[in-house]
């Protein structure tokens, strides 16, 4: 089973607008990671936030972790139509040995 | 770089046919990863290697072999190819020390009839 669960499935906005996605978890991590994937594509990662680290930011991206409630979320800014694309969080658990648990992802289209 | 490449892009096979999957990169890393994901789904890892000459079971590893004889390759066969393997199979890699990113590959569409 998943580890990570991501809310919404799906999110549909307007350029310009702000968008949110949330990503839930169920075990101590090492950190938590974010991943986009473009439509056919590979996945490509976009932040990595560590467990002692509660916010992080990468251009117009925004990341940030609680540990106690077990869940990240990840804003993008601004948005332009080139950031629809599905995004994953993928935890790094304690005791995994590097390996990463993907969510079921978050489906963003950002409308001209 | 080509960073993380895999071949074939795309592949048919009827049930009961065997093939591999070649994962290949040029960043010299210790950790690859096989993963396969499925419509509407996250990815799940089937196998991973930790360096050269080692594997590890992922999540749903049956049905499924590796082998890293080269640090830089990483095949995944399939003995038997069934229907339920019918899936989008990504590579990725990921360097040693620290917490770091994985790479992926483009991946290779696999439908088996």
């Known amino acids: 089973s998943q580890q990570g669960e991501e809310d919404p499935q799906a999110l549909s906005i307007q350029e310009g607008e702000n968008a949110t996605m949330n990503c839930s978890y169920k075990?101590?991590?090492?950190?938590l990671q974010w991943y986009r994937q473009n439509s056919g594509r590979g996945l490509v990662h976009l932040i990595l936030?560590?467990?002692?680290?509660r916010e992080k930011h990468s251009g117009r991206l925004r990341v940030t972790l609680d540990t106690s409630k077990k869940s990240s979320s990840l804003l993008i800014t601004a948005s332009r139509a080139a950031d629809t694309a599905s995004y994953f969080c993928?935890?790094?658990?304690?005791?995994?040995?590097?390996?990463?648990?993907f969510g079921e992802g978050t489906q963003l289209t950002v409308n001209p | 770089n080509a960073g993380v490449t895999q071949t074939p892009k795309f592949r048919v096979l009827k049930t009961g046919q065997s093939m591999t999957l070649l994962c290949a990169q040029d960043?010299?890393?210790?950790?690859m990863y096989w993963y396969r994901q499925d419509p509407g789904m996250g990815l799940r890892l089937i196998h991973y290697?930790?360096?050269?000459?080692?594997?590890a079971k992922g999540e749903v590893p049956d049905g499924y072999n590796v082998s890293r004889l080269k640090k830089q390759n990483f095949l995944l066969g399939l003995e038997s190819a069934a229907p339920s393997q019918t899936s989008v199979y990504f590579c990725?890699?990921?360097?040693?020390?620290?917490?770091?990113?994985?790479?992926f590959g483009p991946g290779t569409r696999l439908t088996v009839l």
């Open positions: 075990t101590s991590i090492n950190n």
């Open positions: 936030i560590r467990s002692n680290e």
């Open positions: 960043m010299n890393h210790e950790y």
């Open positions: 290697s930790v360096g050269e000459g080692t594997t």
């Open positions: 990725a890699s990921k360097g040693a020390g620290g917490p770091r990113e994985q790479f």
């Open positions: 993928a935890t790094d658990q304690i005791g995994s040995g590097s390996r990463l648990t």
